[in-house]
């Protein structure tokens, strides 16, 4: 049996057949009834078509067998883009999902989206931008001054030193920065990051880079993932808290090449109620419907402490675009509900 309009040419990881024959099956599901004549006749689901252009590392960690799955059931396909090919000869698509950088598929992106505003593309390339420069991945927290009687969302005092290491001192000096400071890369492309704790190790960091004011937090960190309006919120360890009095016993710069995993999770780990107890619902909800707004993003989530000793005062320390959702309880489920409805609403 072949399907009218059936989509060829792609080159991936399912070969041509496969999935002609995986398209066919998702059809074959009966989703939906109609009476004709008294009688129940199903009717096909329509399938819905997500092409993929992401790093294999990304394709094996979200890819998953079981998201794979379910989204069979649900009618929806995930289909490899071919960067080798031009976009706009493939598909069709009614999403197109993406994490890769460059500014050759950015252009792809950017033209393919102006030729096909049907298209759903998750997300938009410059939006994307702007949240991979620290620089300015935190400006739209900062300026939204959010406070209410949930609590205080704030960002951390920060720096940006782009060259020429033995400036370092001065430049934070002047700023009148606290040690310890964390210092990351500016292009928010690697999660490594080191901890500063004297004037005088600050110049064996390599820039360019953003210092940020070390923040003491009990030692666990909120990763806040947002899939278009869902939200959901684990536990992770993080750096330890940093005592004042033995910042001259520790002089150095420390290293970390990740400092949140899958294996630091700290849900369930028997924690102090007043570090473990999760930021307020309702503050995390209206935090992630400005960024939405503001960022123009549908997928990222927050890094987010509360500062230690208080109750609601609360620190974005990161943002990242499409993150590791294969580590988010229940991404599978979160994430086709989201795909599908992009297409219930268009």
């Known amino acids: 049996m072949k399907m009218k309009g059936e989509i060829v040419g792609y080159k991936g990881v399912v070969e041509e057949e496969e999935r002609r024959e995986e398209m066919e099956e998702i059809v074959a599901v009966p ?15 329509k399938v819905v078509v997500v092409g993929y252009a992401l790093t294999s590392k990304k394709t094996k960690s979200f890819l998953q067998p079981k998201l794979q799955g379910l ?16 976009l706009a000869d493939q598909g069709p698509f009614d999403i197109v999902l993406h994490k890769l950088t460059g500014k050759k598929w950015q252009s792809i992106l950017e033209d393919y989206r102006m030729k096909h505003p049907d298209v ?10 702007h949240v991979y420069n620290r620089q300015s991945m935190l400006q739209d927290v900062a300026a939204l001054k959010l406070s209410d009687a949930y609590g205080k969302v704030c960002v951390p005092r920060q720096l940006v030193i782009e060259d020429d290491p033995s400036s370092i001192p001065a430049a934070v000096s002047k700023a009148q920065l606290r040690l310890p400071l964390v210092a990351k890369p500016l292009v928010a492309k690697s999660h490594e990051l080191s901890l500063a704790y004297d004037a ?11 210092l940020q004011e070390f923040i003491n937090h009990g030692g666990v960190m909120f990763k806040v993932y947002i899939v ?13 808290d940093v005592c004042r ?8 710069v420390f290293r970390f090449p990740r400092v949140s995993c899958a294996a630091a999770s700290a849900d369930n780990a028997d924690l102090d109620p ?19 707004r503001r960022l123009g993003l549908r997928l990222f989530n927050l890094d987010i402490i509360r500062e230690h000793g208080t109750k609601d005062r609360y620190y974005v320390i990161d943002i ?10 229940e991404y599978e489920h979160v994430f086709t509900d989201f795909l599908l409805s992009l297409v219930k609403h268009k």
């Open 245 to 252: 009095r033995e910042l001259s016993k520790n002089a150095g």
């Open 71 to 86: 989204a069979r059931n649900k009618g929806i396909l995930f289909v490899a883009i071919d960067e080798s090919r031009p």
């Open 274 to 292: 007043r570090v473990a107890e999760l930021p307020p619902r309702p503050l995390l909800e209206r935090l992630a419907r400005e960024l939405r």
């Open 120 to 129: 759903t593309v998750l997300d938009p390339p410059d939006a994307i931008k």
């Open 31 to 45: 989703k939906k009834y109609a009476v004709v004549g008294g009688f129940p006749q199903t009717q096909p689901m």
């Open 200 to 210: 005088l190790s600050l110049q064996k960091l390599e820039p360019p880079l953003v």
């Open 320 to 329: 990242n675009y499409f993150p590791g959702y294969g580590k988010m309880p």
């Open 228 to 240: 278009g309006e869902a939200i959901t919120v684990v536990r992770r360890f993080s750096l330890p």
